[in-house]
């Protein structure tokens, strides 16, 4: 784990709290960003009436209302969090909604045909056990998806870095990454998708990323996060409260080409028996 910042509250867990009013903001520009490949990589897979699917760290419920449409009235969908506020919404029908930390707990019960978390890993303690733990809860030909950020490959928010407005972005983006990093964030964790996913005895593990260049919900992605995290980047001395409100205003001008770290996205399909089975 990275050493905090000199002068930076002595904090552990997730940086980005799902109790602030900004993190539903969070959750409906994410969606924006990426629930369209998520989607496809999920049809891709074949999910069908019927199926029984856990959706991990749900966050908000955009991912779990679609699951429950395409399962339908036959099949389950599980959703769980560490802070189920802002799921709470799509509970009912097909949708349990369930407090439940990934890295800690043991999994649901159950054999489920498709687990799907995305952004969560990246910010779990023991993310090893967490992976394991969603491998050992598939049914045999279940699929295990997981979409995480890869912000060690592609550090700046602005790619177009030709003045100070983007050079003062890209400076604030570095120093939150600091912060996630200090907290245990891997900000090289996507890229070992596919290798973990096989390491957890997954067959058929394929992977790729993507990462809008720019975007109205990129800027809307950049105003939440930043007034989220601005008491913990200025006490850390990463940023005074002029640049935060110039950066903020720069971001609402529409100035600047915001981007965002790579989404990786790794599946695999689970065998008859997995290493881990051996093992117990």
């Not at 908000?60 to 036959?74: E, F, H, K, N």
């Not at 060690?152 to 030709?162: F, G, K, M, R, T």
């Not at 800027?219 to 007034?227: C, D, G, I, N």
């Not at 965002?260 to 008859?272: L, Q």
Request: proline share 6%.
């Amino acid at each position: 784990m990275t050493t905090p910042p000199p002068g930076s509250p002595d904090k552990t867990g997730y940086l980005l709290d799902n109790a602030q009013p900004e993190a539903g903001t969070r959750f409906d520009a994410l969606g924006a960003l990426f629930d369209a490949s998520t989607f496809r990589h999920i049809e891709e897979l074949g999910i069908a009436p019927g199926w029984r699917c856990w959706e991990v760290g749900a966050g908000g419920p955009s991912v779990v209302t679609w699951l429950a449409d395409r399962v339908g009235p036959a099949g389950r969908v599980l959703a769980t969090d560490v802070d189920t506020s802002w799921a709470t919404g799509a509970a009912g029908g097909v949708v349990e909604v369930l407090r439940h930390d990934v890295g800690r707990d043991a999994p649901p019960e159950g054999g489920f045909d498709l687990i799907h978390a995305r952004l969560v890993l990246v910010h779990v303690a023991d993310r090893d056990r967490a992976l394991r733990s969603m491998a050992e809860a598939l049914r045999p030909g279940g699929h295990l998806l997981l979409e995480d950020a890869d912000p060690a490959s592609q550090p700046l928010i602005c790619l177009d870095e030709y003045g100070p407005e983007q050079v003062l972005a890209n400076r604030l983006r570095t120093g939150f990454r600091s912060l996630l990093a200090a907290r245990g964030a891997d900000l090289a964790y996507g890229r070992k998708l596919p290798r973990l996913l096989r390491e957890a005895g997954l067959a058929d593990v394929t992977a790729d990323a993507y990462f809008p260049v720019t975007s109205a919900a990129c800027a809307v992605l950049e105003a939440a996060t930043v007034r989220q995290v601005r008491d913990e980047l200025v006490a850390a001395g990463l940023a005074t409260d002029e640049e935060i409100d110039s950066h903020l205003a720069n971001v609402t001008s529409g100035r600047l080409d915001l981007t965002t770290s790579p989404m990786i996205s790794a599946w695999g399909r689970r065998v008859a028996f997995l290493p881990s089975d051996d093992a117990a």
